[in-house]
């Protein structure tokens, strides 16, 4: 009797002592709830691609479940992967973005590391404005473009409109600006006694960047090379605008122009293609994933 | 190896000056500490030697040379890092042989190098391990072995114990003083901490407001300080500095603290204080040590008194004692025996041998 008088009591004045791990499994019943919910929301258009691009024609137009196969079939996938047009928009893609994202780590590596050590005249306001570049709308830009091409034709009888590589110069304009600002944040963060360190160790401001800095930053480096592919390969508006011979074209272009046939939409073929489109980004997300690790820095500096 | 000189540096920073014109020579082998408060400019001075900040004003010299437009790479100098500053994607032998490898030395002699090192800092099985598997203590002699391994003209150390635990600090110390035993590298290094300077350094050099207070051995500068900055500075507790006058009565020169209290100034130093009898505003610099319990039989130039203590605290080996006289808040070093308590009052003995005298005015010790 006792003894219930005792565990009653203690139980009595207990929960207060239970309510903030009872508050953790309430937050973390809501954010279960939350993220099943996203996770539906994402996941839901792709899971309806797969399952139209496993369908023929008549069975898309036909009036049954559109969440259920009933007769299986591969052959928009071996349509398109059989269709040289298809295969040119995608070795344009892969080759402009290929480029792109090498043009513009060359570029933004070297120039973030500048801008973010090496003290100079008016290097802060450089920052600032590469930044402010990167604010200004694609769509605002395409017509001067238009202009400057057309004057640039006048002036060396060059043709820029309409030709694929023409792409590789457009996009950095994209991409730089913002891989440079991005990278300006991981060198800033690395502190300013390993430079310091590398100096007296004999290092030049160019190997401080490659054996210091490139390796230090790699998350960094990695992030905004995701960021400058996933640019540069689901461009639409610049191919849109300055590529239109179906040999020019790029695949996100390419599968607007060539798989709508004026009204007539071969949703199989599309959602095949656009499938096939999104393969090659979600290979790399999930190579570079593993290596997009934060935390490289432990151990530079104190605990 | 080799000797650093430096002669009028002026570091500004825009229109604040943040060293102010020092003069300090540095022999080959000694171990030189600049230590001060935050903001004296002892970092700027050591950071200017290694020159990852430009003069604004004078000359520096190692081993000889002018190096004032000398890049560090080229002035054969290593530096240790208050935070380490370890490269975190390389393992410790490849910290340690980075500079090495950029001067392409050869495999052999990096090897033979490196092994070297780490068996002065004993780190050798440390030197697969990247600097993240580290204690902070083990990181701090990697941080060093890589300055070793360069066997470099100067050593240069930027309170490189400031971010390690009270007891690892002490022992960090010793292994410096070792490894400098050993190495004996001429090493220029900076603290706040005064008990560090104490301790490590051939010579100290006290700075403040970007200026240089006295420059010294560690024994000099505790008991010869010349001015107020640095006998309160050095010393911990630090000096008591109680406001006095002198007086030159028919019993000889006196130091008066207040109305019922004076002390007589002993003869040996008597002599040297005769002139300042007229001064106005003194101040009666005495260590705690000097402060003590009253013995039964009083050494010469010791004078007893009675306080009422404030505060007592037991430190174990002695107690602190404190007491408010003539306004300044005094602190003793009595025995735990002689029986000390808050608020009680006891009889104490100071030990006037030891007393430094300091125009308030001027702040210099006469």
Redesign the interface.
Same mark, same amino acid.
């Given at each position: 009797m006792a003894v219930a008088t005792v565990a009653s009591s203690s139980a009595a004045s207990r929960p207060k002592y239970g309510s903030m791990s009872r508050d953790r499994t309430w937050a973390l019943r809501w954010s279960y709830f939350f993220l099943v919910l996203f996770a539906i929301f994402f996941l839901l258009p792709p899971v309806y691609m797969i399952i139209t691009s496993l369908k023929t024609s008549n069975e898309i137009s036909a009036a049954t479940s559109p969440w259920w196969v009933y007769h299986p079939t591969l052959e928009n996938y071996t349509g398109l992967l059989t269709s040289p047009e298809y295969l040119t928009f995608f070795r344009n893609s892969a080759l402009v973005s290929v480029f792109v994202v090498t043009l513009t780590m060359l570029i933004s590596v070297p120039a973030a590391f500048a801008l973010s050590r090496m003290r100079f005249w008016g290097s802060a306001t450089l920052a600032t404005g590469v930044f402010l570049t990167y604010l200004i709308p694609e769509t605002l830009l395409f017509l001067p473009l238009f202009k400057m091409f057309a004057m640039f034709k006048e002036a060396t009888d060059i043709e820029l409109i309409n030709r694929w590589w023409v792409l590789l110069i457009l996009y950095p304009t994209l991409t730089v600006p913002f891989c440079t600002w991005i990278m300006i944040g991981y060198f800033a963060s690395i502190?300013k006694? $390993?430079d310091? +360190? +590398?100096? =007296?160790? %004999? +290092?030049s401001w160019m190997?401080t960047l490659t @054996? =210091?800095f490139i390796?230090?930053a $790699?998350p960094g480096l990695i992030a905004a090379t995701i960021f400058a592919f996933t640019v540069s390969w689901a461009q639409f508006l610049y191919p849109l605008a300055f590529t239109t011979s179906v040999d020019q074209l790029v695949l996100p272009v390419g599968i607007i122009t060539s798989l709508v046939k004026a009204d007539v939409y071969n949703w199989g073929q599309i959602m095949t293609g656009a499938l096939l489109g999104a393969a090659p980004p979600l290979i790399i997300y999930a190579f570079l994933m593993d290596y997009y690790i934060a935390g $490289? &820095?432990? %151990? +530079? &500096? @104190? %605990? | 190896m080799a000797e650093v000189k430096l002669s009028k540096i002026v570091k500004k920073y825009d229109e604040v000056e943040a060293v102010r014109g020092i003069d300090l020579d540095i022999a080959d082998h000694e171990f030189v500490v600049l230590v001060g408060p935050s903001g004296c400019g002892k970092s700027t001075t050591l950071r200017m030697i290694a020159g990852l900040e430009d003069i604004t004003g004078g000359d520096i010299m190692i081993g000889g040379d002018i190096v004032n437009d000398v890049p560090p790479k080229d002035r054969d100098i290593a530096m240790v890092f208050q935070n380490y500053a370890l490269y975190p994607h390389m393992t410790v032998e490849q910290n340690m042989s980075f500079g090495l490898r950029l001067k392409r030395y050869p495999k052999a002699e990096i090897r033979k190098r490196v092994d070297e090192a780490a068996r002065i800092l004993d780190i050798k099985e440390l030197l697969n391990r990247k600097p993240k598997q580290l204690s902070g203590g083990q990181r701090q002699r990697v941080a060093m072995g890589r300055a070793i391994v360069r066997n470099p003209k100067v050593f240069l150390f930027d309170e490189p114990l400031s971010n390690l635990d009270a007891k690892l600090r002490v022992q960090m110390r010793t292994e410096i003083k070792k490894v400098h035993l050993q190495v004996r590298t001429t090493t220029v290094y900076v603290t706040h901490d005064q008990v560090e300077a104490m301790t490590l350094a051939d010579r100290v050099v006290v700075m403040n407001h970007g200026i240089i207070e006295q420059v010294g051995t560690p024994h000099q500068l505790y008991h010869s300080p010349k001015t107020r900055f640095v006998a309160g500075f050095i010393g911990s507790p630090a000096m008591n500095f109680i406001p006095c006058r002198m007086e030159n009565g028919s019993g000889g020169l006196s130091v008066r603290i207040t109305d019922q209290l004076t002390f007589p100034v002993p003869e040996a130093r008597a002599g040297h204080y005769r002139s300042h009898a007229a001064n106005g505003k003194l101040l009666l610099g005495l260590r705690p040590e000097h402060i003590t319990e009253a013995r039964q039989h009083l050494e010469p130039g010791t004078v007893p008194f009675e306080a009422k203590l404030d505060v007592t605290e037991p430190m174990g080996m002695e107690t602190l004692v404190y007491f408010p006289l003539n306004g300044a808040q005094v602190c003793g070093r009595v025995n735990p025996n002689a029986g000390a308590k808050d608020g009680a009052p006891l009889r104490l003995a100071a030990d006037l041998n030891n007393m430094h005298l300091i125009d308030e005015a001027s702040g210099q010790v006469i």
């Open positions: 502190p006694e $390993l310091e +360190a +590398a100096l =007296i160790d %004999g +290092a190997q @054996k =210091i390796p230090v $790699l $490289l &820095t432990a %151990g +530079a &500096t @104190k %605990g | -």
